[in-house]
């Protein structure tokens, strides 16, 4: 019987996820309809039901949308293709890319200019990796795994780079980062790690949740990357853990022989869907507390093109903090 959660702190939402669902509410306002996204804003489908509700029609691609209509790209991040795209159909085009990710394309066009073999550690098929790769086709290479590494041939070992995805596993990016050094001692890196604040910060509370859970239950999507690495971390670490999208998610089973649960949630789940986990097991007798690892206080500013419809912009959505380095892309 669980008689105490512990929720993880921080959780949930990162500040990239806060813009993307911000930058899809402000354009339901401020543009007239209709609002196009593309895929998913945020890997998230309580996110996605709640934007759709209010207006917002999500497509799988650029070509879905009417000529001359505005389409909002997600948080995720798209490929020059989908932009040359967008702009034969004449579309208004309103970015809501995290820019931590706009950073990794920035670093994946820095040195493809250079002429370097570029490394891009992450997942096949994901969202964030398909448009990074798509900075530089010809010269990107994906990695997932230290086997990929070893696999690994390549023209000129003496000029090579890597990068990585944001939303990795920080013991699995840096196992195989150590791998590539180890195969090619001369490779180099970005100047900083790509892995975002959030990430590391949300897998340092679930490794320190782990010492002191006996389950630990992690509130997000089956297709979110930082939500899934959670759960791995939380294994990694000695607790059993199980990805739930939301209460109804939730097996009986998993409570047997569970006196303390560890809660925490993904980056791009909403917060309401932990408070009802909470809610239920609080109405079985559980107490609650929260085990706060770290504070963040991060804000993105909205892109440009979005500001500059705001007659009076709301300063908490477009103040910028001196944690956030300001990188948007002016393609």
């Known amino acids: 019987m669980v008689t105490k959660v512990i929720l993880a702190s921080p959780r949930g939402f990162c500040a990239g996820v806060v813009r993307a669902i911000d930058v899809v509410k402000i354009a339901l306002d401020v543009y007239p309809h209709p609002i196009y996204v593309r895929k998913e804003i945020v890997h998230n489908p309580e996110v996605v039901k709640k934007l759709s509700e209010k207006g917002a029609i999500f497509v799988d691609g ?49 040195y493809a200019r250079k002429g370097y073999t570029i490394i891009l550690v992450g997942h096949v098929g994901h969202d964030e990796v398909i448009g990074t790769m798509g900075e530089a086709p010809q010269h990107i290479r994906l990695v997932s795994t230290i086997e990929d590494v ?6 000129d070992p003496e000029k090579m780079a890597y990068i ?5 596993s920080l013991e699995d ?37 782990a010492r002191l859970s006996d389950l630990i239950l ?17 294994e990694r670490s000695g607790a059993p853990a199980y990805l739930i999208n939301d209460l109804s998610s939730i097996q009986e089973e998993w409570f047997e022989g569970v006196e303390t649960l560890g809660l925490t949630s993904g980056a791009s789940a909403p917060e309401r869907l932990v408070q009802e986990v909470v809610t239920f097991l609080q109405a079985r007798g559980a107490t609650v507390e929260e085990l706060a690892v770290t504070e963040e206080h991060v804000q993105f500013a909205l892109p440009s093109n979005l500001l500059a419809e705001l007659k009076e912009p709301d300063p908490l959505l477009t103040r910028e903090r001196p944690e956030v380095v300001a990188i948007e892309d002016t393609r």
């Open 62 to 110: 650029v070509e879905q949308v009417p000529d001359g209509e505005t389409v909002i790209f997600s948080a995720h991040g798209v490929s020059p293709d989908v932009w040359k795209k967008a702009r034969a159909k004449s579309l208004k085009i309103v970015d809501a890319t995290c820019p931590l990710v706009t950073k990794v394309h920035m670093e994946a066009v820095r």
């Open 150 to 155: 070893e696999k690994l041939e390549v023209e």
């Open 164 to 168: 990585t995805q944001t939303t990795l």
């Open 173 to 209: 990016t840096r196992e195989i980062i150590e791998a590539l050094r180890r195969k090619f001692p001369t490779i180099k890196g970005p100047p900083s790690e790509d892995i975002c604040y959030a990430t590391q910060n949300r897998q340092m509370a679930v490794k320190d949740l």
């Open 218 to 234: 992690v509130v997000g999507a089956a297709n979110s990357s930082n939500s899934n690495r959670l759960v791995e971390e939380a």
